[in-house]
């Protein structure tokens, strides 16, 4: 289909120009610019990355990753595509992805003797510079101590060809993995190759006949296969909040030729709570005078479109979703223009960048459906009449930050088989080095600088006039004053493990007489998954111990049940009270501004389940709701107390959470990129974790959290760590030989003179990393391994910190 004259056509001058030398330009928004439409709640799934300066090299990984833990095989994958990179047939790491590889200047990798995960969040305050140096920080699992041995003598892997032999030699290397090419080849094709196939459609949660939960959902009378031929028409939804989530209040339809058919605003069928004007446009003088309903509307988008009609949009799934309407054919013009790790453009970004034309300029206005419609037909019109290969080269620069270059200015051939990855290096010219002492090392003699200690070491690595392009660094002083230490390490390690999980630790009560184990978990189980649960019973009243799995589900508790009134009685949460615990909120505090935290969210949904009866009112933040006579129905267990009419509900829903239904409630905040929703085997999630786009997102969200009260969520920011599943499970590792070391490690002198000089000597670590950090050149790869504890007992896993200075 011919894309309308406002579409651009390279000249073939800008296209060569393009294709010998493209330079990056930086797409990314400031932090202040919101999505602003509702359906850019889905693009972006889900990558860590912080904001840097265009061109240069970072690090990026996804959230499904960050929660699996690395070996050693892993990290040299990244090693050596950091090094070689594709122009060296090496492939981009499995786990991970590093952006404009071509830049790094230089690998450092720090190896510390030692240490494991919980030492780091032990004197999580004191390691300033790890904690906010580092962006990528992932569980290290421990396979050898002599990591700087296997490093020198790992064999870097080259990657095979992707595409067929004749496609392999004319198609340039830095594009044969590139996502578009991935999925659409490199031909030129007719428009049925990019309709969506019904797997992809539900997969990418598009209403589809015959899936649960649309039901009730109007088909569109369509023929069985579309041709190339058949005709596109772009469709465009504004949606307003209202009681039951977002309802349509316009919708806008074009013909191929851009001419508008359909532009209809509609009454919600319940009350708006929010007009959503500063996204959609739509106001209450606009909608007063409307009587034209969703049926109506779907009644004449069922006349308008031919059977052979294929719909066109941004992220469609959303406005078909609004709608009610099932559509069986349709091509999502955020899934054309694809980008690494399921991340998609926005539509404002590819109008301006591929049709060269401002969209949605107006600010707080909202925006026009009728020229969203029209931008996403005619990209759908450009990409199919340009192909893939041209559509990749000609916005490669602007869009996805790749650069081509005819000549490479330091070729590094493919390693051969059984080619150690020190020796590939050298064969390149690229000196690399070892510092630490003297151990067997898979290295040259002449590339070994041995020290005693690593204040030495690291002196010496600073005076270097010229850094090696790969030094692996080995610290033991660490590890020579943990094994020193009286008691053992692993009943240090049991202690620690006790500081950390007395974080997720609450007390409650008093509670009625005769209440169960049972009760307490269901009541203290509406603000996160529990772990465990301890009676406390004395001769007059009953309290309980309460360990949640997730930092959270503490600071819920506190928030939500503390004065929560049980029969008539109110009962106290308090966090326990030792000397572990005395820098706890300025913990909790650094963790909420973790860097791995920026934008994340944590969220519980409550629903009522009808149970038995128990007199019950609640106080909560600070409001005090009735809950009437003991006959009214409860809340699993509990009787709910009545908010404006809506039951008080304080139990987790059992009918778990969905992607969808998050995305909803939280996509008008800001955007959605990335929802996690943590459940075991079998069982349905009750919690998200939600990653915004911006913090600004985060912030609205936590500022509106009376609101979302009325909807039955509890909020707070995200305060564990993105890569590990659970705060808990960090602790639990290491089985103690001594059974009672449980019971008595809370009464261990945390102020003993080993555990004073330790956090001196964490901190002297932590400056002295800093200095080597400042010292690397600009757009080294900088990789700091705390390597794990393993012994008869078990093993405590490490943590790897990634980051390009």
């Known amino acids: 289909m011919e894309p309308s004259s406002s579409s651009p056509s390279p000249s073939p001058s800008a296209a060569a120009a393009a294709s010998n030398r493209v330079k990056r330009k930086s797409t990314a928004l400031t932090a202040h610019e919101e999505s602003k439409r509702l359906k850019t709640e889905q693009e972006g799934e889900g990558v860590v990355e912080c904001p840097y300066p265009p061109r240069l090299p970072r690090i990026s990984v996804p959230l499904e990753r960050l929660q699996q833990p690395i070996k050693l095989n892993e990290l040299t994958e990244l090693l050596h595509y950091a090094a070689l990179g594709k122009a060296g047939g090496i492939k981009q790491p499995s786990w991970c992805r590093l952006h404009h590889q071509r830049k790094v200047k230089g690998v450092n990798v720090v190896v510390v003797e030692g240490l494991t995960q919980i030492h780091f969040y032990k004197h999580y305050l004191t390691l300033r510079h790890l904690r906010t140096n580092y962006s990528s920080r992932v569980t290290f699992t421990p396979s050898s101590n002599n990591v700087a041995s296997e490093i020198f003598s790992s064999e870097p892997k080259s990657e095979g060809p992707s595409l067929s032999h004749k496609e392999n030699n004319e198609l340039h290397k830095a594009l044969k993995n590139h996502p578009v090419i991935t999925r659409f080849g490199i031909r030129r094709r007719g428009l049925t190759a990019y309709v969506l196939m019904e797997e992809e459609m539900i997969k990418r949660h598009y209403p589809v006949k015959g899936m649960p939960g649309f039901e009730e959902f109007v088909c569109i009378d369509s023929v069985d296969c579309v041709t190339d031929g058949s005709p596109l028409y772009g469709l465009d939804c504004e949606m307003c909040l209202t009681e039951k989530g977002n309802e349509l209040a316009r919708v806008s339809l074009v013909d191929s030729d851009g001419n508008c058919v359909l532009d209809e605003l509609v009454k919600p069928q319940n009350r708006i709570l929010n007009y959503l004007t500063r996204f959609s446009g739509i106001t209450a003088a606009m ?47 955020s899934l054309l223009y694809r980008r690494e790790f399921g991340q998609r453009f926005k539509l404002k970004v590819l109008a301006e960048t591929v049709l060269k034309r401002q969209i949605q300029t107006e600010e707080g206005k909202g925006h026009n459906p009728i020229e969203d419609a029209v931008a996403a037909l005619e990209l759908a019109q450009y990409f199919i009449k340009t192909g893939p290969r041209q559509v990749v080269e000609h916005h490669l620069e602007e869009l996805w930050g790749y650069t081509i270059e005819e000549e490479f200015t330091d070729p590094a051939p493919a390693p051969t088989p059984n080619h150690r990855f020190a020796d590939v290096l050298q064969t390149l010219g690229r000196s690399v080095a070892f510092f630490g002492r003297r151990s067997d090392v898979a290295l040259d003699l002449s590339n070994q600088q041995w020290h005693n ?100 589900g503490a600071t819920l508790a506190l928030k939500t049940l503390n004065g929560f009134n049980l029969q008539g009685q109110p009962i106290k949460v308090k966090r326990p009270v030792n000397e572990s615990m005395l820098d706890l909120e300025v913990t909790l505090d650094a963790l909420m501004d973790d860097v791995l935290n920026t934008g994340h969210l944590f969220a519980v949904k409550l629903k009522p389940s009808v149970t038995e009866s128990i007199n019950l009112s609640a106080k909560v933040n600070g409001h005090t709701f009735d809950a009437g006579a003991p006959s009214v129905k409860t809340v699993n267990g509990f009787q709910p107390a009545k908010v404006n009419g809506k039951r008080l509900q304080l139990t987790a829903t059992k009918s778990g959470l969905s992607e969808e239904t998050v995305r909803e409630t939280f996509g008008h905040f800001g955007t959605v990129e990335r929802i996690v929703l943590p459940a075991k085997p079998g069982k349905h999630a009750r919690h998200a974790y ?35 599943s659970s705060w808990a499970a960090m602790t639990t590792t290491v089985t103690t030989v001594d059974a009672e070391v449980e019971d008595n490690e809370r009464t261990c002198v945390h102020t003993s003179y080993q555990d004073q000089k330790m956090e001196l000597m964490m901190g002297k670590l932590d400056r002295r990393l800093g200095k080597l950090f400042r010292s690397l050149p600009d757009c080294t790869l900088s990789v700091v391994v705390l390597l794990g504890h393993t012994s008869a007992h078990g093993h405590l896993p490490g943590l790897c910190f990634m980051e390009v200075k």
Request: aromatic share 6%.
């Open 690 to 724: 939600i990653q915004f786009e911006s913090s600004e997102g985060k912030h609205a969200a936590l500022s509106s959290s009376e609101d979302l009260w009325k909807e039955d969520y509890i909020i707070c920011p995200s305060l564990t760590p993105p890569h590990l």
């Open 453 to 552: 200690s690593d204040n030495e070491l690291l002196a010496s690595f600073r005076r270097q006039i010229k850094h090696p392009f790969l030094s692996v660094l080995h610290l033991s002083s660490l590890s020579d004053h943990l094994k020193g230490c009286v008691p053992p390490q692993e009943q240090q390690h049991q202690s620690v493990c006790a500081n950390l999980r007395d974080m997720c630790v609450v007390f409650g009560g008093p509670f009625p007489a005769g209440f169960s184990e049972r009760e307490v978990k269901r009541l203290f189980g509406c603000c996160g998954p529990v772990r465990k649960i301890k009676m406390l019973n004395t001769s007059v009243r009953v309290h309980a111990e309460v360990e949640f799995e997730l930092l959270e």
């Open 287 to 333: 909608l007063r005078p409307i009587t034209t309903t969703l049926r109506d509307v779907q009644a004449k988008l069922r006349a308008v479109l031919p059977r052979d009609a294929v719909l066109v949009g941004h992220s469609l799934n959303n406005d078909l979703i609004a709608l009610k309407l099932i559509h069986r054919h349709v091509i999502d013009t």
